[in-house]
């Protein structure tokens, strides 16, 4: 469970969790308002199928109690009460040179709740689960032009290794970084 709070703004508390299959319409919702890509419902909801255990949410909740409740819910394997997702990250893996790797394929959190920690939190526990995965190595691709995004993966130790030209189809190019756990 994590408190934020943006500046100037009231606490929330907002709870990051594995993401559950009744998750699936919001985490795809949340996707297509905030990244900019190609990919459809279908294709989200096939790499959800195929990498659920990488894939963690952010609920907001609207007490510490009631987030509370959600988290021993969720410990007890029971699905909770319904809750805003707010944010979202999505594992998966890939091979390199025939080594699987972790990989983020998208992370968003809501603008109303950004720069409150929360994909911070969101990439950690995805880590955590890559880590524990056994793999040595994360991957993710960002836009030249996503200052904000570049600046949070290199405060958390991702660097930039190369650049695969118009990767994105309006056909700007993706920078892919790189972090060793």
């Not at 969790?17 to 294709?43: S, Y």
């Not at 255990?53 to 007490?63: D, E, N, P, T």
């Amino acid at each position: 469970m994590e408190r934020r709070r943006g500046k100037g703004e009231e606490e929330v508390t907002v709870f990051i969790r594995p993401a559950r299959d009744a998750d699936l319409p919001q985490i795809i919702c949340v996707w297509q308002r905030n990244i900019r890509t190609a990919n459809t419902a279908e294709d989200i909801a096939e790499l959800f199928s195929q990498f659920k255990k990488f894939f963690f949410v952010a609920s907001l909740h609207a007490s510490t109690q009631e987030a509370e409740r959600a988290e021993k819910a969720e410990a007890a394997g029971g699905k909770g009460k319904g809750t805003e997702i707010v944010g979202f990250v999505a594992g998966s893996v890939k091979e390199d040179c025939g080594e699987p790797q972790g990989h983020i394929s998208g992370i968003a959190v809501e603008p109303a709740f950004r720069r409150r920690g929360i994909a911070t939190a969101l990439l950690k526990r995805c880590e955590e689960t890559f880590r524990r995965e056994g793999f040595k190595r994360i991957s993710l691709e960002v836009r030249p032009s996503n200052s904000a995004a570049r600046s949070l993966y290199e405060k958390l130790g991702f660097k930039p290794a190369f650049v695969v030209r118009r990767y994105y189809a309006d056909g700007e190019d993706a920078l892919v970084y790189e972090k060793h756990i």
